[in-house]
């Protein structure tokens, strides 16, 4: 069964930095890319991040381009991002999400998310 | 503002069909496949339709989509108080290179 288990958010103040993480079981993790999707309270899905299955390429939203690096760790079977320069605006659930990536792309797999607050 | 556009909210009795538009551009609905997702309340998305129509291992029949141009529906017949949710559409967007959902419809089982 696959299972995919994000960590890591909580309260920060505008202008800080938080890495949320995301634990993958049930599937040969390194073999597939992967994304963070998030949503602000009582707002739709808006899409982060993606990174291929070596890491090698990596794709972004402008709205978070220069700030947010993600990264994985195909060893420990676990998917990151580094969320810098903070504002209100990134406060949202953060769902890590499989993306089969073909000619069609999908999230087939989601975690139950991990909610991020930016306020002072 | 949302890439691909739906509507707000849709409702209809238990047993009827509902219908969710998804109306997007040539960048992105009109040349790549769409997916379909439903959220309960209080949960996180799961997969419904995805390559336009194809519905994975689980999903009812109860449930269909389709694509036309720029533009695609989902369909829902037979609903059941428990389709109570949020519909979103998503594809993936050539010229932007980025995955993008419509803003989300919220369906109500009257």
């Known amino acids: 069964e696959v299972q995919l288990l994000e960590s890591g958010g909580g309260l920060v103040q505008p202008g800080g930095s938080l890495r949320v993480s995301c634990a993958a079981s049930g599937f040969t993790f390194s073999n597939y890319v992967v994304s963070w999707v998030r949503q602000a309270p009582g707002k739709g899905l808006e899409w982060v991040s993606a990174i291929s299955s070596s890491g090698s390429s990596t794709y972004y939203t402008d709205s978070v381009k220069g700030r947010f690096t993600i990264s994985r760790d195909n060893s420990k079977n676990t998917l990151y991002l580094q969320m810098n320069s903070l504002t209100a605006e990134d406060t949202a659930i953060y769902y890590c999400a499989k993306l089969h990536w073909g000619p069609a792309r999908y999230f087939d797999y989601w975690g139950q998310g991990t909610l991020v607050t930016v306020s002072s | ?110």
């Open chain 2, 1 to 110: 503002q949302s890439v691909l556009t739906q509507p707000p909210s849709v409702s209809a009795a238990p047993g009827q069909k509902v219908t969710i538009s998804c109306s997007g551009s040539s960048s992105n609905i009109g040349n790549n496949y769409v997916s379909w997702y439903q959220q309960l309340p209080g949960t996180a998305p799961k997969l419904l339709i995805y390559d336009n129509n194809k519905r994975p291992s689980g999903i009812p029949d109860r449930f269909s989509g389709s694509k036309s141009g720029t533009s695609a529906t989902l369909g829902i017949t037979g609903l059941q108080t428990g389709d109570e949710a949020d519909y979103y559409c998503g594809t993936w967007d050539s010229v932007l290179n980025a995955g993008v959902f419509g803003g989300g419809t919220k369906l109500t089982v009257l």
